[in-house]
């Protein structure tokens, strides 16, 4: 208790219809930011919405969380949850 952690991840949940805000890591974001590996995943909840061939913009919102949400003092290897 009390110590940086040196490696975190954390499940956040991309609603249907809704697009992803990255709100959900925002409350650890002063954790994320004093350093080490944070690995967040995005899961998909209620169906494919936005994260098909032929309509991504559900994907293009988990990607645009990243650069917005985080700094470069942290290292953040993000992968999709099944």
């Not at 959900?24 to 061939?53: C, E, H, N």
Request: hydrophobic share 40%; proline share 4%; charged share 15%.
């Amino acid at each position: 208790m009390g110590q940086k952690t040196s490696a975190q991840g954390w499940y956040a949940q991309a609603q249907s219809g809704t697009l992803f805000d990255g709100s959900q890591f925002k409350w650890r974001k002063d954790q994320i930011l004093s350093g080490g590996v944070f690995q967040p995943a995005v899961m998909p909840t209620g169906g494919w919405w936005g994260l098909k061939y032929e309509d991504n913009q559900q994907a293009v919102a988990i990607c645009n969380v990243r650069p917005a949400s985080l700094s470069s003092r942290s290292l953040s290897l993000a992968r999709a949850a099944h």
